[in-house]
Structure formats: structure tokens, C-alpha cells
């Protein structure tokens, strides 16, 4: 199994250009998240899809979008990419049970100039 | 809004000497995780907390979860240069779907 995987692992954009990042899962998990990660500021959730179809906002999700495409892929939307928005981001998944416990992919570093 | 204040920051010791990292809030969570995260990886799971005052050990770290539920501390024996790395807590507040508050996270450096 390869748990989470996540393309790319480094880019770089201008402001106003777009991407999106890939996320997929292969544990049949049914929930996925977006996190992004700061220096001193932990990990803040971005959006998240908890069953294929569905999908919400966290806690900062200004200037991204989501597309739940299946159970096993989760991806993350910039439509104009900003400096603000460079930072490390993160897909995770869960299995529904009751601990809540989250499986991290290995992190796209994004550097808006 | 649910908050998790972490730490200390920063802790750089040396190998062998003790440590303590502090998660604390004024909420209440249903369960709480410890983190590890390495340098270009993304962070993995140590230990999930769930009862009031439940203790959890894991060779040299010991988990606490405090007794309300709302803070939580993780200590190590003896540490080495292998435990070098980011440490995060991580608390579920019994809403739906799993969202987890991080905390700041704590950056450990143990010197050889």
C-alpha cells in the first residue's frame, strides 16, 4: 500500500497563475482533508470531504476550491495563486471510527512569487 | 472556535536529559493525538488519547491526557538524537466528520 500520495512535491508559481494539487488514497478511507502548514502555526485545515460527493469548508478556505473526483482522490484547487499562499500542503485521510485518527501524504511545498 | 496552545516552541537538549511538551485548552475534546513529523514528510500518528486521565506509553514517551479532558502532555525519557523532530498535538472535538485542531507545534533538537 502506498497510503497517501501527493503530486507534486515542490512547485512554483506567479501570482495569478492557477494549479491543482492531487491527492489520492488507497485504504479506502472515506474522509480527506487539506491542510496547510505554516512556521508557528500548526496545521489549519483547508477543506475537507468526509464521504465521496461531499465537501466543506475548514478553517481557512479562501481562495481554494476542492474536487471530491472519488473515494480515493481529494484535490485542491488555486485559481489565482497568491503570495499568501505560499506554504506546505497537506492531504490527509481517515477511516470513520471513533479516535479520529488522520493519515498524512508526504506534503506539496508550493512557493507563490 | 476550539484552540490548542503547545509548548514550549522550541527545546534544544541533550541526549539524555528528560523533556515535557504541553497541549492545553480551555475545550473540552473527545480524543487527543499526538504527532511526529520529519523534516520533508508529512506528520505520523503516535498515540491516540481518549479517557480522562489515561496514560499511554511508547518505549521512552509517555502520553498523558488530563483528567477534563482539555490538556494534555507527552514526556521523554533519556532522549536521543532519533527523537530530533516536529511534535504536534492534535485534538477532535466530537463534531462530525474528524476535524482535528493542531496545535502550534513543538520543534525538538537533541544534540549528540
Known amino acids: 500500500n502506498a497510503g497517501v500520495t501527493q503530486t507534486p512535491k515542490f512547485q512554483v508559481l506567479k501570482t495569478g497563475q492557477s494549479m491543482t494539487l492531487q491527492c489520492a488514497q488507497d485504504m479506502n478511507h472515506n474522509s480527506m482533508y487539506w491542510y496547510r502548514q505554516d512556521p508557528g502555526m500548526g496545521l489549519r485545515l483547508i477543506y475537507y470531504s468526509a464521504s465521496e460527493g461531499t465537501t466543506d469548508k475548514g478553517e481557512v478556505p479562501n481562495g481554494y476550491n476542492v474536487s471530491r473526483l472519488n473515494k480515493r482522490e481529494f484535490s485542491l484547487r488555486l485559481e489565482s495563486a497568491a503570495p499568501s499562499q505560499t506554504s506546505v500542503y497537506f492531504c490527509?485521510?481517515?477511516?470513520?471510527?471513533?479516535?479520529?485518527?488522520?493519515?498524512f501524504g508526504p506534503g506539496t511545498r508550493l512557493t507563490v512569487t | 472556535t476550539q484552540l490548542l496552545e503547545q509548548s514550549p516552541q522550541f527545546l534544544s537538549i541533550q541526549e539524555g536529559e528528560n523533556l515535557t511538551v504541553y497541549c492545553n485548552s480551555s475545550?473540552?475534546?473527545?480524543?487527543l493525538q499526538w504527532y511526529r513529523q520529519e523534516p520533508g514528510e508529512g506528520p505520523v500518528l503516535l498515540v491516540t488519547v481518549v479517557t480522562g486521565g489515561e496514560v499511554k506509553k511508547l518505549k521512552r514517551l509517555t502520553f498523558q491526557f488530563g483528567d477534563a479532558r482539555k490538556d494534555s502532555s507527552l514526556h521523554i525519557t533519556a532522549a536521543q538524537p532519533g527523537d530530533t523532530g516536529l511534535y504536534l498535538c492534535a485534538g477532535a472535538g466530537g463534531t462530525s466528520y474528524g476535524k482535528l485542531t493542531f496545535g502550534q507545534g513543538t520543534i525538538l533538537t537533541v544534540h549528540p
Open positions: 475545550s473540552v475534546f473527545s480524543s
Open positions: 490527509a485521510s481517515r477511516l470513520v471510527s471513533d479516535t479520529y485518527e488522520q493519515y
